[in-house]
């Protein structure tokens, strides 16, 4: 028995080496690589960076020598903030995100929870038909979904909603639909929508129906019963979607490149922008270290109602 | 549920299965046309996906993200079962939580960050040996991904699974490695399987990675869709779309029969053993089998 | 239940002996110091409520966990250093294991899959057929175990588990799955079995008419503890503590001093005789154990009992009308309650008291038992 035990210890440490030494290779090391060229100077070489470790002739180990450029542009916007005519572009950006991720979101819950509600509680056998009509276009292309919308809303007089318009008489002149925040609103919220429904579905799913009947049976309106019983029941289920369209709709980069005009900023844009075009990786990365320690309370929060949601779910 | 609740109801799915819907159904009709606008139907023919089969680029674009989909997922398959196993099984030891962490991370990091931090990963200069941006990064990358992806759905069925069911195994003589192959493994298939599939999705479907990720030989289709994009509409891209988006059905449309005939059997079976609990399968489960909810639910 | 009638040798009786056995999970000791002999062909059952160690131990059997100290020797054969797929021994798991991705005769195939040197295919059709027909379930070779009910189940669980005529059958809970009706039936069914196939058995339960219906010997087991072993009878009459009396069948326990052979209880209106075996320390404390069967009960105006009996007058504060029987809760001038079981054919010429009667309750001094821990 000592044999066998020792057996599957050794087993466990072999099966474990393979994802430890993958995610630390391919996670952490690279995340530690970003705090540390958030820490370099910019310069035109390849890559283009140089690093803060710096080996002084005669030294046997490296001097480090951190460059807080970046870091000390990101405050100085922070200090600057109310100053008129001040260069506020990174903060700028992350508000413009910050509210677009936020709006998102709660168009999302506006819209998914009374949608996931009425799924959950039609006929179980059409429940299955409709959730896999939900998860279709998820697993079709993100690319060409955002691209759909581009015809939608083009703001000549060919696009799909303003030839509608222009029709009906509604409009004499095309409206300008596309390239603002409101086009990019609607992109995000049609993307985001299904991460929504999914998580409030799982929950609502299980809710017990005798709840709600016993609620009504003690004298509860049904609206009451809705608001003391079925929302705060399904209060891990709205965490849950909540947190899983707002923390990946906050670094989100297509849906503002593809819909948004030059003037919609985003800060996953900004991070794109610094990284591709501006070869500002010290910068992009500085920026990159602040969306982690930013996103760090949702994605918290989405870890411990994530979790007993799923759990709740086995029950 | 009054009738007027009911209508309601009923009312507030159309709306918004018209929303999730519409845009698609307008991509797929234009496809059709035979002029070079994408928001008209200037008569009908198949010209654009005539094209779209001469257009060598997309071809292979398409081909890469096959191969890349293809290899990643069954890259994530093993490091992400793997993973899933220690999680599952090792209880808690010096990093445990760090390990944790880590292997679902990704799963919640934006993919800017984590295409940027690998990118800083693969023109490192001590790294070189990685072979720098390319086809094989954008392969690791996926991988990375979906090996979050993986190990949620394989993590969630292995604590579902009856551990007796390998502990008879071992009772009846099995020897534990091969307890692994010949109980465990499947038992555990269908997660596998759907984590496969998820894989591959995420891996075809992915831009941001692959972008960061590309040199100039390795444009992904998602890539190329991308540039296009850019570049001024035109109706080819419905027609890939069009193409796409039949593909997904299909596969959807076939899973989903699999799923609930073998559904329907097992309920017929069931009701025809009355009185029993077949043992440690929720109902969650059997309307769900891999668990589509489940991963989304609780990264 | 010792069978000795079909082979000629005689069963050794400490075919499986275990000597101090003892395992602890992280500061609770799970099994302390527990030992053991059980005769070969003997039917044991180790009874006690759930987190007492019972299962514990017969995973140790099973090799499924190891004895931090202490040894278990099977047929003359140390089994510590025998993993659990090397030993003569299968269980039967409470959740039945069945593999859901094998059919029954595959299920039942595969412990003879596993046999070096290999058996050869016809033999190993051979025996699933011969223990299909054993648990008459031939009918159902081809299905899944999700296809059966768990009758069915159970019948395939156990047939498994004897294809490799392992010399020890572990039954871990048999028949806590099932309903309370197939239940009963089975577990005749369940010893008729073993008791033909003749193998060793030690059952694990929680259910003490389970242990008693099935096993010819019982251990109690309480904390870890291996408290009582004996024959049902032995279990429910002679209790040897406090754990078992209460755990074993409902009983009425009294508290006191002994003191000059009578039991001085402030629960009950006079000194308590007690059984002229009794011997306990003059002065200790002790406890009285009356079964409520022993227990008689007649209207207080009736004529008194005997000497020699222990009596007390009381009002019925409950009645739980059982059928067969009657339960009476007998509540004294002092308010300790007295539980009576009363056969209902006793009330032949009179009515049964009923709630508020003035009622006595008397009990012959042999009927008791005096228990010390």
């Known amino acids: 028995m000592k044999r066998a035990r020792c057996f599957l210890l050794r087993g466990h440490f072999w099966v474990g080496l393979l994802p430890w030494a993958w995610m630390l290779l391919f996670f952490a090391l690279p995340f530690a690589l970003i705090l540390k060229v958030s820490l370099s100077t910019p310069e035109l070489a390849v890559p283009p960076y140089v690093s803060p470790f710096v080996l002084e002739p005669g030294a046997a180990l490296p001097h480090f020598r951190p460059d807080l450029a970046s870091y000390r542009r990101l405050h100085d916007e922070l200090r600057a903030l109310g100053l008129a005519g001040a260069d506020l572009q990174y903060l700028a950006a992350w508000g413009g995100s910050l509210l677009l991720a936020a709006l998102t979101t709660l168009l999302c819950l506006v819209i998914g929870y009374p949608f996931a509600y009425h799924i959950a509680r039609s006929r179980e056998a059409a429940r299955n038909t409709l959730l896999m009509l939900v998860m279709l276009p998820f697993w079709t292309s993100f690319l060409l979904r955002v691209y759909a919308w581009m015809s939608l809303l083009d703001s000549s007089e060919l696009g799909l909603i303003n030839r509608l318009l222009l029709a009906a008489g509604l409009v004499d002149a095309p409206l300008q639909l596309l390239y603002n925040r409101g086009a990019v609103l609607v992109g995000m919220v049609y993307s985001y929508l299904p991460f929504m429904v999914l998580p409030l579905y799982a929950n609502l799913v299980k809710l017990d129906q005798r709840l709600l009947e016993a609620a009504a049976d003690l004298g509860a309106q049904p609206w009451m019963t809705f608001l003391r019983v079925t929302l705060p029941l399904s209060r891990r289920g709205i965490v849950a979607g909540a947190m899983l369209v707002f923390i990946p709709a906050v670094g989100e980069f297509v849906i503002p490149d593809l819909l948004g005009g030059g003037d919609v900023l985003m800060i996953g844009r900004k991070i794109w922008d610094d990284f591709g075009p501006n070869q500002d990786w010290p910068m992009a990365a500085a920026v990159a270290v602040t969306m982690v320690l930013v996103l760090i309370v949702p994605i918290a929060l989405l870890h411990r109602h994530g979790r007993a949601n799923g759990n709740g779910a086995q029950r | ?182 109980i465990t493994v499947p038992v555990i298939a269908p997660a596998l399987v759907a984590g496969w599939l998820l894989a591959f999705t995420l891996s075809m479907d992915d831009f941001v990675l692959a972008a960061m990720l590309s040199d100039p030989g390795s444009t992904t289709l998602p890539v190329l869709v991308f540039a296009r994009l850019h570049h001024g509409l035109k109706p080819e891209i419905n027609a890939l779309a069009t193409v796409i988006v039949a593909v997904v059905s299909l596969a959807v449309v076939i899973a989903n029969r699999l799923m609930l005939s073998a559904q329907k059997k097992r309920m017929a079976a069931a009701r025809h053993a009355a009185g029993i609990s077949p043992a440690g399968r929720s109902a969650v489960t059997l309307r769900d089998p891999d668990n589509r909810s489940e991963w989304i639910a609780h990264p | 239940m010792v069978q000795d009638s079909d082979s000629g040798s005689r069963p050794r009786r400490d075919y499986l002996r275990i000597e101090g056995v003892t395992r602890r999970f992280d500061d609770t000791l799970a099994v302390d110091g527990v030992s053991l002999a059980i005769a070969e062909r003997e039917i044991f059952a180790l009874l006690g409520s759930s987190g007492c160690g019972k299962t514990t131990l017969l995973r140790m059997l099973a090799g499924l966990e190891a004895p931090d100290a202490g040894r278990i020797v099977l047929d003359g054969e140390d089994l510590a250093a025998v993993p659990a797929y090397r030993r003569p021994t299968n269980m039967m798991f409470q959740s039945y294991a069945l593999f859901p991705h094998l059919t029954v005769e595959q299920n039942v195939a595969f412990g003879l899959w596993q046999e070096r040197p290999r058996l050869a295919r016809a033999e190993v059709a051979a025996r699933v057929a011969a223990m299909l027909e054993l648990v008459q379930m031939q009918r159902y070779a081809r299905r899944k175990p999700h296809e059966l009910s768990g009758g069915q189940q159970q019948r395939v669980a156990l047939a498994r588990s004897l294809a490799k005529e392992p010399k020890l059958l572990l039954l871990d809970e048999p028949l806590a799955a099932l309903d309370k009706k197939i239940r009963q039936r089975t577990q005749l069914e369940l010893v008729n079995l073993i008791e033909r196939v003749g193998v060793t058995c030690i059952l694990v339960t929680h259910d003490q008419e389970e242990a008693m219906t099935m096993a010819g010997r019982i251990g109690v087991m309480n904390e870890g503890r291996l408290l009582q072993v004996g024959t049902p009878g032995e279990i429910y009459e002679t209790p040897n503590c406090r754990f078992t009396a209460e755990f074993v069948g409902e009983t009425n326990l009294f508290r006191g001093r002994v003191d000059g052979g009578a039991l001085h209880c402030e629960d009950f209106p006079a000194p308590i005789l007690l059984p002229a075996d009794a011997d306990p320390d003059d002065g200790g404390e002790a406890w009285l154990s009356v079964r409520p069967e022993r227990v008689a009960l007649s209207r207080a105006g009736a004529a008194p009992a005997g000497a020699g009996c222990n009596a007390a007058v009381g009002e019925v504060a409950e009645i739980a009308y059982l059928g067969s029987h009657s339960v009476y809760h007998v509540r004294l001038a002092n308010g300790r309650i007295v539980i009576a079981s009363v056969a209902s054919a006793q009330w032949r010429d009179a009515a049964p008291p009923t709630w508020g009667d003035a009622v006595r309750v008397a009990w012959f001094a042999p009927d008791g038992v005096v228990l010390t821990r």
Do not use: N
């Not at chain 2, 929303?19 to 009709?29: D, H, K, R, T």
């Not at chain 2, 919640?108 to 690998?118: A, K, Q, R, Y």
């Not at chain 2, 001590?126 to 090996?147: D, K, P, Q, S, Y």
């Open chain 2, 1 to 182: 549920m009054s009738a007027r609740a009911r209508a309601g109801a009923t009312a507030w799915l159309v709306v918004v299965y018209a929303f999730l819907y519409l845009p698609i159904l307008c991509l797929v009709v234009f496809s059709f046309t035979a002029g070079e606008i994408t928001t008209e139907l200037d008569g009908l023919s198949l010209r654009w996906y005539a094209e779209l089969l001469r257009d060598e680029e997309l071809i292979a674009a398409v081909l890469l993200s096959l191969r890349v989909g293809a290899f990643a997922a069954s890259a994530a398959v093993i490091v992400g079962s793997a993973a899933a196993f220690v999680l599952a099984r090792c209880g808690r030891y010096p990093g445990s939580a760090a390990f944790a962490g880590m292997t679902t991370a990704p799963m919640v990091m934006p993919e800017v960050v984590i295409g940027l931090s690998l990118v800083l990963l693969f023109t490192h200069p001590v790294f070189a040996f990685l072979g720098g941006r390319g086809v094989a990064a954008i392969w690791a990358a996926h991988t990375t991904l979906c090996t979050a992806y993986v190990t949620v759905l394989v993590q969630s069925r292995l604590r579902e699974m009856d551990r007796a069911l390998e502990e008879a195994a071992l009772d009846l003589g099995c020897a534990p490695l091969k307890v692994f192959f010949v």
